[in-house]
């Protein structure tokens, strides 16, 4: 008659990725768990003996031993599977790590392996000592113990290791005088030996290099300079600043002379030494004993002093000095006295 009659039949595809058994498991010999299998169809796992519905997607397994579930799935023409392994142990396994940071930072500590409850010890440099992952903010390099329990299981004990690094040590001193109309040089203070630091001054107006440890200053300006310290071999950053004080007049404070110093030959602050970025040269530098002989005198602003008179040392006890020096301004000559006790 002319008619056209029409039907369809759907073809759905099961792909392999449509079925999964879940993640393996840990348990304790004598807990229980619950399998979570995803899939479509008619499900069923084998070995069915310690499950107690085979048929569910989500079946309690209790088992003694090591077992690896496989999951079937069945729809049609199709049949998948996927397989967990449930992992029964008789002890937590727990297994440290190691941690580098630097002082004054903290880190997320954890370990390797399960475990339901955790102590650490010590305590009082951690957030949670009963936590998984305390934050941890130890000052000097620091191991932890930590005590994990898996539930029924046997605890199991394991280290964690924070490595402090030291930050760079080098510093800027509080202030620096400046003369008008006189460079001064912005000289950071490095320890014994060097070090293989990086740098980078934040403000650089006037300064003659933005990236070195003594930049020269050659505008008349007042206010703070800040530089970022950074050691190449830890990645370790601190920041100092210096406050530049102009000056039209030569002060005594331009040259600073320590009150104390201690020539013991143990390398540590053994030689006395002015302290000056400002004047470059002195007139006369000498000290005197409480009789007021002179055992020691000097026209180098280099040159320190040991400690000793006509190379025998000198006991313990106050000295004092007197020193005088010419203005970068003018010419004019000032002066500066006072004490040093000298310790052995």
Same mark, same amino acid.
């Given at each position: 008659e002319g008619c056209e009659l029409f039907d369809s039949v759907q073809v759905i595809v099961i792909q392999a990725e449509d079925i999964d058994a879940g993640v393996d498991q840990e348990i304790c010999r004598g807990e229980e768990t619950e399998l979570e299998g995803l899939a479509f169809g008619t499900v069923s796992w084998s070995p069915a003996a310690d499950l107690d519905n085979p048929s569910s997607l989500n079946p309690v397994v209790t088992t003694e031993t090591t077992t690896v579930y496989t999951l079937t799935a069945s729809q049609d023409l199709c049949t998948l599977s996927d397989s967990v392994e449930v992992s029964v142990v008789t002890e937590t396994n727990i297994d440290g790590n190691r941690y580098t940071i630097c002082r004054g930072e903290s880190v997320e500590i954890t370990v390797n392996g399960f475990a339901d409850t955790f102590r650490w010890r010590p305590e009082n440099t951690l957030s949670d000592p009963e936590s998984g992952t305390p934050i941890a903010n130890p000052l000097i390099t620091t191991s932890y113990l930590v005590e994990g329990t898996l539930s029924t299981c046997n605890l199991d004990t394991a280290v964690v290791e924070v490595i402090v690094e030291p930050l760079p040590e080098a510093y800027l001193p509080d202030s620096y005088n400046k003369l008008t109309g006189v460079d001064l040089?912005?000289? +950071?203070?490095?320890?014994?030996?060097?070090?293989? /630091? @990086?740098?980078?001054?934040?403000?650089?107006?006037?300064?003659?290099?933005?990236?070195?440890?003594?930049? +020269?200053?050659?505008?008349?300006?007042?206010?703070? /300079? @800040?530089?970022i310290i950074t050691d190449q071999e830890t990645g370790c950053v601190r920041e100092d600043s210096v406050f530049v004080n102009l000056l039209e007049t030569c002060i005594p404070e331009l040259v600073g002379v320590p009150n104390i110093f201690t020539p013991n030959g143990d390398g540590v602050n053994d030689r006395l030494n002015l302290i000056t970025n400002t004047i470059f040269e002195i007139k006369r530098f000498q000290i005197y004993n409480r009789w007021g002989a002179v055992v020691f005198s000097t026209t180098d602003l280099n040159e320190g002093w040991d400690g000793t008179y006509k190379g025998q040392d000198l006991p313990s006890g106050t000295y004092v000095y007197y020193l005088e020096a010419p203005c970068e301004l003018d010419g004019t000559i000032f002066s500066k006295k006072g004490d040093i006790t000298l310790i052995r």
């Open positions: 040089p912005l000289e +950071i203070q490095l320890p014994t030996g060097g070090a293989n /630091y @990086s740098y980078q001054w934040l403000r650089t107006d006037g300064l003659s290099c933005t990236t070195c440890f003594s930049p +020269i200053l050659s505008i008349d300006t007042s206010g703070y /300079y @800040s530089v």
